[in-house]
């Protein structure tokens, strides 16, 4: 017998299971189904900042209780160009809002183990998944259990949370979809270190060499990048050029070469990532609605990408209550352009302060120095730093 629920999920990441969440709070159940073992799933490094209302939402959830004792609360960012570094107080720009570092993988930590003690269903391990009739009342999910048995999911309504890579978007018709998408000429490379603090918040550097910058995931473990050939091999970078490029880009910059040194330890985990921003407009299809990365893509200089993800499951978790709970789909039909509105505002933050930050050797010398202008802006205009800190804590939601 297929297994039947009212909304059908397929991504068990950030979007998959706080939506999983809002709607079982709603008391609408929901089925996640994931490629990927629990395991790869709590154990894949990924981003690390959550926005203001993310951190209150986790709580409202009952979910922010490992959080509040373990992540790292932020009240400002430190800013670096050429030889000046400036601090961003945040919380004084925003009256009072604040970021958390807290790991992607711990958030999907939390939230797996309350979906689960909440009695909910996420399949792990699933493959050939496939979206039928996703234009019809009666949407279906087909796929194979981990031990190899073909199942299918009966649902209302189907949601695709799997991620830029996944099957859900691909059951848009191509040429339904609206699609724009921008590739940098550059890419980072992360680390992440056991070693100690070195500062007492995040660093975002512009170097003449590139971009550098400093994160946090514990007292112990210190998450950096550098910017860097998107088609570069890991290979090409010992441990030993990493740390000299992040002490050229981190201490070089602020004028205080020799007062301040970044604390180094042991690379215990490595790997490139490119650059790119994408938006699928076509955010839904009959009853197939996406969410997260499967439509959209933010270059992780703005630290958006999760913050959004949550943003989008939010609107859609209210219109498909609205939807099932008391027959109006007037939210439903709205999504997409609601939802949007606050992605592209999200895109285009995340598209600044990549062009801000990064050396990019396809700009012209004039650009340059528009870029320098910007930052040299930033640092002196408390307005100019009001903005900033706006988008980074999170802008709020339309009622
Ligand atoms: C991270 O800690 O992984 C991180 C922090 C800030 C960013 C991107 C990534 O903008």
Known sequence: MPERTQVGIVGCGPAGLFLAHLLHRAGIEAVILENRTRE???????????EHWVTELMR???????????????????????????????EGLTGGKRVTVYAQHEVLHDLIAGRLADGGTIHFGVSGTAFHDVESDAPRISFRHADGR??????????????FHGPARQAIPAAMRREYTKTYPFGWLGILARAPISWPELI??????????????SPQIQRMYIQCDPKDDIANWPDERIWSALHRRLETAGG???????????????GIIPLRSFVCETMRHGRLFLAGDAAHIVPP?????????VADVLI?????????????????DAYPATALRRIWKAERFSWMMTTMLHRNDA?????????????DFLASSRNAQAALAENYVGLPFES
């Open 204 to 217: 975002y550097a512009r170097h003449e060499d590139g971009f550098a910058l400093l994160s946090t995931r």
């Open 150 to 163: 073909a199942d299918e999911l009966l649902c209302d309504y189907v949601i695709g949370a799997d991620g």
């Open 301 to 309: 200089t703005g630290a958006k990408g999760l913050n959004l993800a």
């Open 60 to 90: 409202e959830l009952g979910l922010g209780e490992r959080m509040a004792r373990e992540g790292h609360f932020h009240s400002g960012i430190t800013l670096q160009y050429g030889l000046n570094r400036f601090h961003l107080d945040m």
């Open 40 to 50: 790869a799933v709590e154990g894949t490094i990924r981003a690390g900042v959550l």
């Open 256 to 270: 205080t070469e020799g007062a301040w040194r970044l604390a180094e330890g042991t690379i215990f985990q490595k």
């Open 363 to 375: 700009e012209t010398p004039f650009e340059h120095r528009i870029r320098m202008a910007d930052l």
């Open 316 to 332: 859609l978790s209210r219109a498909l209550e609205d939807a099932i709970r008391h027959n109006r789909t007037d939210g439903l």
